[in-house]
């Protein structure tokens, strides 16, 4: 599955949104890829993890995503791959392993997320992986919005990706939305909030 068919999946199921918001990173954006949407549908969930496999030449024995974004993800690409699928989730604001699941020192890794935008949850969750003796071998996401190709360079681990968007967002203190108040207040996906009427699908939108 390519980029475009990535996008045209998403349109069709709402998954692209245009409104105010404010992304896991604290950021805000005018536009938010709601990917719980995108893998609703089991049998699509699974032809993109397909996807994204394809374009990773690593093989591993686990796959990690961070909750909650990334759990359904994470199965996926596990069962793609026909290995075991973990999360990782914040205890008192430190995100770690729990629920039974055990890394054992030397055990390879693939982290994913389903959105990329800085990077921050899926290196807290390779940090998780390190603690544990095991060995990260790569990241991949359905999205890549970060703005650079190979987000994870400097940590010497290759990335793939589905689909690539370069999207806008700024710090809150440097929201243009936040400044003219025509937006509203940034809603933070997957709130209640989201189904405001200044969320709306983004529809025809070529960005998220």
Same mark, same amino acid.
């Given at each position: 599955?390519?980029?475009?068919?990535?996008?045209?999946?998403?349109?069709?199921?709402?998954?692209?949104?245009?409104?105010?918001?404010?992304? $896991?990173?604290?950021?805000? $954006?005018?536009?938010?890829?709601?990917?719980?949407?995108?893998?609703?549908?089991?049998?699509?969930?699974?032809?993109? *993890?397909?996807?994204? !496999?394809?374009?990773? /030449?690593?093989?591993?024995e686990v796959v990690i995503g961070p909750a909650?974004?990334? !759990?359904?993800?994470?199965?996926?690409? *596990?069962?793609?791959?026909? !290995?075991?699928?973990?999360?990782?989730? &914040?205890?008192?604001?430190?995100?770690?392993?729990?629920?039974?699941?055990?890394?054992?020192?030397?055990? &390879?890794?693939? %982290? %994913?997320?389903?959105?990329?935008?800085?990077?921050? $949850?899926?290196?807290?969750?390779?940090? %998780?992986?390190?603690?544990?003796?095991? !060995?990260?071998? =790569?990241?991949?996401?359905i999205v890549n919005r970060s703005g650079r190709a190979e987000p994870?360079?400097?940590?010497?681990? +290759?990335?793939?990706?589905?689909? /690539?968007?370069?999207?806008?967002?700024?710090?809150? /203190? *440097?929201? +243009?939305?936040?400044? $003219?108040? /025509?937006?509203?207040?940034?809603?933070?996906?997957?709130?209640?909030?989201?189904?405001? +009427?200044?969320?709306?699908?983004? &529809?025809?939108?070529?960005? =998220?």
């Open positions: 599955m390519n980029q475009e068919q990535v996008l045209e999946q998403a349109r069709g199921c709402g998954a692209l949104l245009e409104g105010h918001f404010q992304l $896991s990173s604290g950021l805000h $954006s005018d536009r938010y890829f709601q990917c719980a949407l995108l893998l609703a549908d089991p049998l699509r969930a699974e032809k993109l *993890a397909r996807s994204v !496999v394809l374009k990773l /030449e690593q093989s591993a909650m974004g990334a !759990v359904i993800w994470a199965h996926e690409v *596990a069962r793609a791959l026909g !290995v075991r699928s973990f999360f990782t989730e &914040r205890v008192d604001g430190e995100m770690c392993l729990r629920r039974g699941f055990e890394l054992e020192a030397g055990t &390879r890794v693939i %982290v %994913v997320e389903d959105v990329l935008t800085t990077g921050k $949850s899926a290196r807290e969750a390779l940090a %998780v992986v390190r603690r544990h003796g095991a !060995v990260p071998v =790569a990241v991949a996401s994870f360079e400097a940590e010497g681990l +290759p990335y793939a990706c589905l689909a /690539e968007f370069d999207v806008q967002s700024w710090e809150p /203190e *440097a929201c +243009p939305l936040c400044a $003219s108040g /025509e937006a509203g207040p940034a809603i933070k996906p997957g709130s209640r909030a989201l189904l405001s +009427p200044g969320a709306t699908t983004g &529809r025809g939108s070529g960005d =998220a």
